[in-house]
Each structure stands twice: as structure tokens, then as C-alpha cells.
């Protein structure tokens, strides 16, 4: 699928998330734990700052030009709140069945395949290029280490 350059780096990101997501996914009784440590440190590294990023920059500019109570945006901010409450039990429970494991992996890759086919595009539709282009940049700008 061919995506503006201003939302790249969150394809890329969404990349990793859909990695993690197998990881999940793949799970056995056996391998639980070194599945939670993976998704754990993804999450701790990476994957929280995506859905701030996403939350704050993101869809407030959508909402500037399009209608900020369109179905798929809210649907992207409960599925955030949703994983965001998943990772928080992960992260506390050191011993995880695969079961659970399993639901947060495919509710991660469901969500990742939502916003790359729907929302993403209903943000480039909808966004002047100059805007998605600053978008872009601020997104940039957030992902570099601080001083």
C-alpha cells in the first residue's frame, strides 16, 4: 500500500507492532515468558510512544479537517485504551498463560491493520498536503532521542 512520506515512520513503527503481535500470538506454555519479556521491552521502547504520538499529534490534526467523532477514530482510541490496559496486566503478571498472550497479539495486529487500511487513509484523504507534510515532521521531531 502506498503511503504519504509524512506518515511513514508510523507504518514503520506499525511494522514492529505487528512483529511483536506473532510474538504474542505464537506463544506456548513454554515460550510465554520469553514472549512477554519481547512484547515488554517493544512496548516499553517503542509502542506506548507510537499511541501518544498517533493521540497527540496525529488525530488532532485529522480533527481539524475532518469530523473528530468519525467511527474509526474513536475506534482507534478505545483500541488504544484497550491494549494500553492489556500491556499495563502483562507487565504486572511475570507468569502469563498463552491465552492471554494470544488475545493482546491479535488485538494488537487487528488494531495495526485497521489504522494501515482505513484510518491512515481516511487522514490522508482528508489532510492538505502541507498539513500532513507538518504532521510528518512533528512526528519526526518527537521520535528523536532528547538532549
Not at 503511503?3 to 513503527?13: E, G, I, K, Q, W
Not at 516499553?44 to 468519525?70: I, K, N, Q, V, W
Amino acid at each position: 500500500m502506498q503511503r504519504d512520506p509524512a506518515l511513514v515512520s508510523l507504518s514503520h513503527d506499525h511494522h514492529q507492532a505487528l512483529f511483536a503481535a506473532q510474538g504474542l500470538r505464537r506463544a506456548t506454555p513454554e515460550t510465554a515468558a520469553d514472549a512477554r519479556a519481547a512484547f515488554l521491552a517493544y512496548w516499553d521502547g517503542h509502542g506506548s510512544t507510537h499511541f501518544r504520538l498517533e493521540e497527540e499529534l496525529l488525530l488532532p490534526a485529522y480533527a481539524g479537517h475532518g469530523d473528530p467523532h468519525h467511527p474509526l477514530v474513536a475506534r482507534a482510541l478505545c483500541e488504544h485504551v484497550a491494549i494500553r490496559h492489556q500491556a499495563q496486566v502483562l507487565a504486572a503478571d511475570p507468569a502469563p498463560g498463552p491465552e492471554q498472550l494470544h488475545a493482546l497479539g491479535t488485538a494488537l495486529a487487528d488494531h495495526v491493520r485497521m489504522e494501515e487500511r482505513e484510518l491512515f487513509v481516511l487522514v490522508e484523504r482528508a489532510l492538505p498536503a502541507d498539513e500532513l507534510a507538518a504532521v510528518g515532521a512533528a512526528l519526526e521531531r518527537a521520535e528523536l532521542p532528547g538532549p
